[in-house]
């Protein structure tokens, strides 16, 4: 039987290489997507009320501080998750430790526990839900890694 590249079956070998390198770019993809999406201006809706009676709406991103002076402390939080749990996926690409894939999974339920928290404040967005959903799918790759 001729070997080739270290294996019997070089087809399948080059199959489960790209099927690595995808998880690679899912594990990576999801965090930067949310990071996008945290940087939109339409990421949470703050209500005012107004004299006139109609209330005043104001849109921002998941990184201006204004919700967080108004005591709407889940979109930084979830910002900042979002940053760190970015980088420390783009160093475990170059360094295989299973450690920091469990920091990450954590920093990732931490991410998506507190992508919800703007709920409590009726500012959630469909921006909001996609970053949620972004942040869940995360958990559910890393989670989902073998051991």
Same mark, same amino acid.
């Given at each position: 039987m001729l070997q080739t590249g270290?294996?019997?079956?070089?087809?399948?070998?080059?199959?489960?290489?790209?099927?690595v390198k995808m998880k690679q770019l899912a594990r990576v993809?999801?965090?930067?997507?949310?990071?996008?999406?945290e940087l939109l201006p339409w990421g949470v809706t703050m209500r005012f009320a107004n004299p006139d009676g109609a209330a005043h709406i104001t849109k921002t991103c998941y990184f201006d =501080?204004?919700?967080?002076? *108004?005591?709407?402390f889940g979109p930084l939080l979830t910002a900042v998750f979002t940053c760190i749990l970015l980088a420390l996926l783009l160093i475990g690409l170059a360094v295989k430790k299973q450690k920091l894939l469990r920091v990450c999974t954590v920093l990732a339920i931490a991410a998506t526990v507190t992508s919800v928290?703007? =709920?409590?404040?009726?500012? *959630?967005t469909v921006i909001g839900g996609l970053i949620t959903a972004c942040l869940a799918g995360e958990v559910i790759v890393l989670a989902g890694r073998k051991r």
């Open positions: 270290g294996t019997r079956f070089p087809i399948l070998h080059k199959e489960r290489m790209n099927a993809g999801l965090p930067l997507l949310a990071l996008i999406l =501080l204004m919700p967080f002076g *108004y005591a709407n928290l703007p =709920l409590l404040y009726s500012s *959630y």
